[in-house]
């Protein structure tokens, strides 16, 4: 029997990719979820068997995302040629306006911590600047700023008419749950979560100590909450996302720069985790691909091929909530079902068992044939699933830098230089000559750049074996811009990664 989702009426989408991956939740998003949740469990990070129930109680911080999200005094204050005690009066005036679950004592504290008003200013500023979306309209209480240590961290929150706060599934929409759930079930979850855990929270960087001042005291949410629902034990994705994460730490990179390319290549892992998924409930077992074009001066004859491996694989995910419904006819309970003496109960058992699909507010479920019941799930599931998560692969391989539509009408798999650095930092551990390093970006993660990764395509005459070697020449001219070539000879190139010291972290 199919475990019940919390908080859904019926689920088709969980069975498939779990509850739940989110296309508003981008991968930066993401890995602050994912911190939230680890931070809650410091004394054995990524130890997550699926018999063990995990949970967390993420931090609220609402002093701090007031100070730099709610707080538009502090600049008009700051340049006024005024006497320093006047300034903190006038802004502690201002501010407190609209202030939320903000303590008088807390403006001692802020006036105690900082030698005068204008330092107070310049460290918000600071601070303003390295934030997740700093100048979107998000409200104040989705914006975030960066994850310097723990007491950066806190939830995406919504605060009610009087201003009670409770949180928001928006932007945190259980998507970094389901990371650490899939760390935890990696075979060596365990050594990422105490590299995670010296790194990140034994070693606070001085950033999170003007956090720590700005913040004062934590702020936690008031209870534990259990951790969304993750349907498979175990994947390799789920090994190559963590051995992936290992790689990127072992880089001779400060670990808070490294996360950027930590955040890249986890949107990467888990955009491939919902295309194989969706390819597993059709039951296709062919490996995901991804044409990638690299663009040059010219328009390339790989163009047109790249753009159809991205629409297949946007079809992936619908044909995949259309197939798990649809399959139901083929079992043997359905079968038993239809020629009881009660089919249209029995039928309906059988939904409600599999998908929790026993209640319909627009239609009575229990007095339908069992092809009605199949009928009306799968609508009311292609629309739930057209709203977000078949909006996941689109969004997902923009926002990783995977996809664009530059230069073209329609979207296509055209990697950015960001996505290419983050590549080479994870996969080569010192040099690797550039075949090799085709051949295993393709391994790991399915990318077809040169002509023997592409030689399914040649041989379907989708594209001739001059434009990928064409393709894979481009890739290296653009590498070498970025300094990640070098070239012995006019045959033999080697990528090279410039953070190739272990351990520098």
């Known amino acids: 029997m199919a475990p019940r989702i919390e908080h859904a009426s019926f689920a088709v989408d969980e069975h498939i990719w779990g509850h739940r991956l989110y296309d508003e939740q981008l991968p930066h998003l993401v890995i602050l979820e994912f911190l939230n949740v680890l931070q809650s469990n410091l004394n054995?990070?990524?130890n997550a068997p699926p018999s063990v129930k995990i949970s967390y109680q993420p931090q609220h911080q609402i002093r701090l995302r007031s100070l730099l999200f709610n707080n538009p005094y502090v600049e008009v204050v700051r340049a006024r040629k005024i006497p320093d005690d006047t300034k903190w009066d006038t802004w502690i005036e201002q501010f407190k306006?609209?202030?939320?679950?903000?303590?008088?004592?807390?403006?001692?504290?802020?006036?105690?911590?900082?030698?005068?008003?204008?330092?107070?200013?310049?460290?918000?500023?600071?601070?303003?600047s390295s934030a997740f979306e700093g100048k979107s309209n998000k409200r104040w209480s989705s914006k975030f700023v960066f994850p310097f240590g723990p007491d950066a961290l806190y939830e995406d929150l919504r605060f009610d008419a009087n201003n009670h706060a409770s949180n928001d599934r928006r932007f945190f929409a259980r998507t970094g749950e389901l990371l650490y759930l899939m760390l935890g079930r990696a075979s060596n979850g365990r050594v990422l979560g105490h590299q995670l855990v010296e790194r990140l929270f034994r070693r606070p960087s001085n950033m999170n100590q003007l956090v720590k001042v700005l913040q004062g005291s934590v702020q936690q949410a008031p209870n534990r909450r259990d951790v969304g629902y993750l349907p498979y034990a175990q994947l390799p994705r789920f090994d190559r996302l963590c051995d992936d994460w290992l790689a990127i730490l072992g880089r001779d990179i400060p670990i808070y720069d490294g996360l950027d390319h930590i955040t890249i290549i986890t949107g990467?892992?888990?955009?491939?985790?919902?295309?194989?998924?969706?390819?597993?409930?059709?039951?296709?077992?062919?490996?995901?691909?991804?044409?990638?074009?690299v663009v040059s001066s010219q328009r390339t004859k790989v163009r047109a091929l790249?753009?159809?491996?991205?629409?297949?694989?946007?079809?992936?995910?619908?044909?995949?909530?259309?197939?798990l419904v649809e399959n139901v006819r083929t079992t043997p309970e359905w079968e038993a079902a239809l020629n009881s003496e009660d089919p249209k109960g029995e039928c309906a058992h059988i939904m409600a068992e599999r998908f929790?699909?026993?209640?319909?507010?627009?239609?009575?479920?229990?007095?339908?044939?069992?092809?009605?019941?199949?009928?009306?799930?799968?609508?009311?599931?292609?629309?739930?699933?057209?709203?977000?998560?078949?909006k996941?692969?689109?969004?997902?391989?923009?926002?990783?830098?995977?996809?664009?539509?530059?230069?073209?009408?329609?979207?296509?798999?055209?990697?950015?230089?960001r996505f290419l650095k983050a590549l080479v930092v994870t996969v080569v551990d010192d040099r690797m000559e550039f075949g090799e390093f085709l051949a295993?970006?393709?391994?790991?993660?399915?990318?077809?750049?040169?002509?023997?990764?592409?030689?399914?395509?040649?041989?379907?005459?989708?594209?001739?074996?001059?434009?990928?070697?064409?393709?894979?020449?481009?890739?290296?001219?653009?590498?070498y811009g970025l300094g990640l070539v070098r070239r012995l000879s006019d045959s033999c190139a080697f990528v090279e990664n410039p953070f190739n010291r272990q351990g520098g972290m």
């Open 440 to 479: 295993e970006i393709y391994r790991r993660y399915g990318l077809v750049i040169g002509h023997i990764e592409g030689t399914r395509h040649i041989q379907n005459n989708q594209v001739d074996q001059e434009a990928l070697m064409n393709n894979a020449e481009h890739l290296e001219t653009r590498l």
């Open 44 to 46: 054995d990070p990524l």
């Open 306 to 323: 790249s753009g159809e491996s991205f629409q297949a694989n946007q079809t992936i995910s619908l044909r995949a909530v259309k197939a």
């Open 97 to 128: 306006r609209d202030a939320v679950e903000i303590e008088d004592m807390f403006f001692d504290h802020l006036r105690k911590s900082f030698t005068s008003f204008d330092d107070f200013a310049r460290s918000i500023e600071l601070l303003r």
């Open 392 to 417: 996941i692969h689109n969004t997902w391989s923009r926002a990783i830098g995977l996809s664009s539509r530059r230069l073209a009408r329609r979207v296509r798999y055209a990697p950015n230089d």
């Open 268 to 293: 990467l892992n888990l955009l491939l985790y919902f295309l194989e998924s969706g390819k597993n409930s059709l039951g296709d077992v062919e490996p995901v691909e991804i044409v990638c074009e």
């Open 356 to 390: 929790q699909y026993d209640k319909d507010d627009e239609i009575d479920i229990h007095q339908l044939s069992g092809e009605r019941l199949i009928e009306e799930l799968l609508k009311k599931a292609e629309t739930r699933h057209a709203q977000h998560v078949e």
